[in-house]
């Protein structure tokens, strides 16, 4: 099969394409059949980083987590699944596992779904990683009808999906953004938005909150940006965290007594643990995505397997507005 891969880890020139083996079946898997992959910043880093990051696969590699596409073919032991099936979600392109960037890929059957009907494979292949990753975070944070929730970078990858299932939630939604093409994003998406260049904190805590602050926070910008969502949090609030490498000061979290969920969507894949969580959420990400509550938005350019180092640079550019896709 034909298959984009690294021989070194680098720039975005290290994709190459070549052929490789098919995977081979075994128990509790499926064969699928890719149609698209979404590029992901964790695909971006371990291209990057390599050795650096303890996720990385060893070399010659496939990279790509998220996919959607057809099954070829059906392991034993896997009974919810048939040939034929149209199915999504983030299975590979970490440790041992190969990734999306393939003809041909081997998902483990708990770690997938159906997708949903009424999107496109594109679409479908843009939601996994991050839409586990927000429904995660707001569950964690016990997000429920008719409390204030707060997206940081709603107008991003895993922020442009929290909006939306927080809104299916029932809560009261707002998210920062800046430029007029984002803020409009956030709002065509349901949320009210809010230019964190021109309002500082204490400004539209107050204007949305009457200064209580938002009952949660769920922050995919993180690092220096935590601390604005301590700020923007009420007390004994919950903050959901998607990017937490950061050394900083806790003191607004302890006097504020808050609640602070570190979301790593990764965990289940990397050691293997409670996998079937993942294939839980993606089914109930294609109820709402069927019901009509949730639309993944997809960068405009589109790209094939022999540009994935072309995809890769479009996502790390910043010009790109919704989830960069590659379609094999």
Do not use: W
């Not at 975005?12 to 509790?28: Q, R, S």
């Not at 708990?110 to 999107?119: D, F, G, S, V």
């Not at 990017?243 to 570190?262: N, Q, R, Y």
């Amino acid at each position: 099969m034909k298959a984009s891969i690294i021989k070194s880890y680098g720039d975005v020139d290290v994709f190459e394409l070549a052929e490789i083996a098919k995977p081979e079946l075994k128990p509790g898997h499926v064969l699928v059949r890719v149609a698209a992959t979404s590029v992901n910043t964790v695909d971006t880093m371990i291209r990057q980083m390599g050795e650096a990051l303890p996720l990385s696969p060893s070399l010659p590699a496939v990279l790509g987590m998220d996919f959607a596409g057809t099954i070829d073919a059906v392991g034993e032991g896997v009974t919810d699944f048939a040939v034929g099936d149209e199915v999504y979600g983030c299975a590979g392109g970490l440790a041992d596992l190969q990734g999306t960037l393939a003809e041909y890929m081997l998902a483990d059957a708990r770690l997938i779904a159906r997708k949903p009907k009424n999107l496109s494979m594109k679409e479908a292949a843009a939601i996994p990683l991050v839409g586990i990753t927000a429904f995660e975070g707001l569950q964690r944070a016990g997000t429920q009808a008719g409390q204030k929730v707060l997206v940081h970078g709603g107008a991003g990858g895993v922020g442009h999906i929290a909006l939306q299932l927080a809104n299916d939630l029932g809560a009261e939604v707002f998210s920062t953004a800046t430029g007029s093409d984002k803020l409009a994003l956030v709002e065509q998406l349901g949320a009210t938005p809010i230019d964190y260049i021109q309002e500082p904190v204490a400004d539209y805590v107050a204007k949305h909150t009457d200064g209580v602050g938002f009952d949660v926070v769920f922050d995919s910008v993180g690092g220096a940006n935590m601390e604005n969502s301590f700020q923007a949090s009420k007390l004994n609030g919950q903050v959901a965290s998607t990017v937490s490498l950061v050394e900083m000061d806790l003191s607004t979290a302890h006097f504020k007594g808050l609640s602070l969920h570190v979301v790593f969507m990764l965990i289940p894949m990397l050691h293997d643990v409670q996998r079937e969580t993942h294939g839980q959420i993606l089914a109930k990400l294609t109820e709402v995505a069927e019901a009509g509550k949730l639309t993944p938005i997809v960068d405009e350019p589109s790209f094939t397997l022999a540009q994935a180092g072309q995809a890769h640079a479009r996502l790390a550019s910043g010009q790109s507005k919704g989830k960069v896709v590659i379609e094999i």
